[in-house]
């Protein structure tokens, strides 16, 4: 059974950096793409950043594009955001997620195109 857990989140100032990870046990982590994604109160969950299966690619929603990384280490089971020069905007509860296609090394942006999503972790940037 697949089981997504991060953690990482918290309270910070606008300017600062926090490291959000996400442990994938259950499941052959290094055969999929992994997603972050983020909900903002009264706000439909959007897409953050994806990483392919084998970390050869990364994507990136425009507004975090240069302050985000997302990275991963197959080796334990484990999915990083790197998150720098956060704003107030970026305020949300940030996802992971586990892409559906085995080996695919195209760019997954669609909720869709992950079958598997953690319990969330809040991320919250005071002015």
């Known amino acids: 059974q697949v089981q997504l857990v991060e953690s990482g989140g918290g309270l910070v100032q606008a300017g600062d950096s926090l490291r959000l990870s996400c442990v994938d046990s259950g499941r052959a982590f290094s055969l999929y793409a992994m997603g972050w994604f983020r909900q903002a109160p009264g706000k439909e969950r959007e897409f953050v950043a994806t990483?392919?299966?084998?970390?050869?690619?990364?994507y990136y929603t425009d507004s975090v594009k240069g302050r985000f990384t997302i990275s991963r280490d197959n080796a334990k089971g484990t999915v990083y955001l790197q998150m720098s020069s956060l704003k107030p905007e970026d305020t949300a509860v940030y996802y992971c997620a586990a892409g559906t296609r085995v080996l695919y090394s195209g760019v997954t942006t669609r909720e869709y195109e992950y079958n598997s999503w953690g319990q969330g972790t809040q991320v919250t940037v005071s002015s």
């Open positions: 990483i392919t299966w084998n970390g050869g690619r990364t």
